[in-house]
């Protein structure tokens, strides 16, 4: 089992919660990003920088990621990607995408980018809240819980 972070637009507090729970639970943590990425010196964190370019970290996830890792991303393209190989994608709002709710997302996705390039601002997200870290930290402790009940069985 390894999370694997989409890290450039990964909120720092959610890192937090990530960097705690590899060391609470030594599960490998890899975090991407065409930039220096700071992280605790664990046995089991790794920052991996990739080059500069469009989806570059993106392209470099999917070709790591294997069937039952976790993807820590808000990218919906590259949350069906992950899916598709049998691994799961988690926002940093603690949304998990599945293989049933990942297409409507896609075009949800697709009409605001349409909407976007048509001139009609529809603002962005909002800021993170504490509702939203906690409902992550709850999410990530599902799956860490389920994958290791599961390794233990």
Not at 11 to 30: C, M, N, S, W
Not at 36 to 41: E, G, K, L, N, R
Not at 105 to 126: A, C, E, K, Q, Y
Request: glycine content about 6%; hydrophobic content about 45%; aromatic content about 6%.
């Amino acid at each position: 089992m390894t999370i694997w972070v989409d890290a450039d637009a990964c909120p720092r507090q959610i890192k937090v919660i990530l960097f705690r729970a590899a060391e609470r639970t030594g599960v490998d943590l890899y975090l991407l990003a065409n930039q220096p990425v700071s992280i605790p010196a664990l046995m089991n964190v790794q920052a991996i920088r990739v080059s500069q370019g469009f989806d570059v970290a993106d392209d470099e996830i999917v070709r790591r990621v294997q069937g039952g890792d976790l993807v820590i991303t808000s990218d919906i393209p590259l949350a069906a990607e992950v899916i598709e190989k049998g691994a799961l994608a988690l926002s940093s709002r603690g949304e998990l995408f599945s293989a049933s709710t990942i297409k409507a997302r896609l075009n949800m996705r697709d009409f605001m980018d349409t909407l976007r390039s048509s001139g009609i601002h529809s603002g962005g997200p909002s800021q993170l809240s504490e509702t939203d870290k906690r409902e992550f930290a709850n999410a990530l402790d599902r799956y860490l819980v389920r994958k290791n009940t599961a390794g233990n069985a």
